[in-house]
C-alpha cells in the first residue's frame, strides 16, 4: 500500500519570519513589498503538474490582505489551515492573547473560505513544554488538529521525548486533540529533523530522502513543510546576524529543485486526508 504523506506550506513572506523578528517589528511588515501571492501561486502552480494536493498554514495577517490568494487555494482543492494571525512564538504570549489572535484568524479563514477550519500551526512550532496550554485553546475554539510540536531539541522550540507520529493527545485540562509532529529520523544514531523548511535546504537532498524513507519504511506517513519564500532567491535581503541571514538564504536556489524530486519520489496528500487515512479523524 502506497503511503501519502502530508504536504504542507506556511504561508507568511520572507520579512516575517522569526529569524528576521528582532530586526524587523510587525508595525513595519506593510512597508516591506508583498511576494507571498506571487510565491504561492508557484508553488501551486508546481503541485498541479504533479497532481498532489496539500495543505496551506496561512497567517492571518496575509490572509487578511489577500482574500483572493486564500480563495484560489480552496479552490483548486487544497485544505486551508490556520497559522495563527501575527507570527509572535506562543510561549511569549498570554493564554488570553493567543486565544484573541487564534480565534481572529480563525475566523478570518472561514469567512473567506466558507468552510471550517481544523488545523493549526503555531509559528515556529513555538509549542513547547512552556505553552502545552496553547492545545486546551486549540481544542476550545473547535480544532481538530495542531501540527506545531517538533519532538527535537533547538534553541527556538522542541519537546525532545514527544512522540514522533501522529496521535490523540490528551492536553493540560484533559481535552483531546490530534497532533501530527514535524518528523524525525534517526541518522548516524541520532534524531534530526527532516521536516523540511531550512533542514530541507541544509542538508544534501539524498540525506533528507533516506531520513524520509526510513519513516515509510516503518509505514508511518511523515509531514513535510515548505514557505512560499523559499523557492523565491530574488527576495530583497534583510540585514540581520550572521547566523539569521545563513537560517534564512541558505541554499535558495537549489530547494524549488530539490521539491520537484520530492514530489517524484514520494507520495502526498493533505494533512486530513493522511489523518483520515490514519483512522484518527472522520470525515
Ligand atoms: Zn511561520
Known amino acids: ?32 513589498p508583498l511576494r507571498v501571492e506571487n510565491n504561492t501561486q508557484r508553488l501551486l502552480d508546481i503541485f498541479d503538474e504533479y497532481k498532489v494536493k496539500a495543505t496551506f498554514f496561512v497567517l492571518g495577517w496575509v490572509a487578511e490582505r489577500k482574500n483572493a490568494l486564500v480563495r484560489e487555494i480552496a479552490t483548486r482543492g487544497h485544505e486551508v489551515a490556520s497559522h495563527g494571525y501575527s507570527h509572535q512564538l506562543v510561549y511569549n504570549q498570554s493564554p488570553d ?47 481538530d488538529y495542531d ?20 496521535y490523540h493527545l490528551k492536553t493540560p485540562q484533559g481535552s483531546s486533540i490530534i497532533e501530527f509532529p514535524l518528523s524525525t529520523a534517526k541518522i548516524f544514531l541520532y ?28 509505514e508511518k506517513p511523515f509531514i513535510f513543510y515548505l514557505h512560499p519564500w523559499e523557492i523565491d532567491p530574488d527576495q530583497p535581503r534583510i540585514s540581520a546576524s550572521w547566523f539569521s541571514q545563513f537560517r534564512h538564504y541558505n541554499n535558495l536556489g537549489k530547494c524549488e529543485s530539490r521539491l520537484r524530486n520530492l514530489l517524484t519520489e514520494f507520495s502526498f496528500d493533505t494533512v486530513m486526508g493522511v489523518l483520515k487515512e490514519e483512522g484518527l479523524i472522520q470525515a
Open 97 to 143: 492573547v493567543f486565544k484573541e489572535e487564534t480565534i481572529r484568524s480563525k475566523n478570518i479563514l472561514e469567512d473567506i473560505t466558507q468552510a471550517r477550519v481544523r488545523g493549526y500551526r503555531a509559528a515556529s512550532y513555538s509549542i513547547t513544554d512552556q505553552s502545552m496550554w496553547a492545545l486546551d485553546i486549540l481544542a476550545e475554539t473547535g480544532f
Open 1 to 32: 500500500m502506497t503511503i501519502h504523506n502530508a504536504l504542507t506550506v506556511d504561508v507568511e513572506d520572507y520579512f516575517q519570519v522569526s529569524a528576521f523578528a528582532d530586526n524587523i517589528d510587525q508595525q513595519e511588515w506593510g512597508n516591506h
Open 147 to 166: 501540527s506545531s510540536i517538533f519532538p527535537v531539541r533547538h534553541d527556538r522550540y522542541g519537546v525532545p521525548n514527544a512522540p514522533e507520529y501522529p
Open 191 to 218: 534524531r534530526v529533523p527532516v521536516a523540511g523548511g531550512g533542514y530541507f535546504r541544509l542538508y544534501p537532498y539524498w540525506l533528507s530522502k533516506a531520513g524520509l524513507k526510513q519513516i515509510n519504511r516503518k
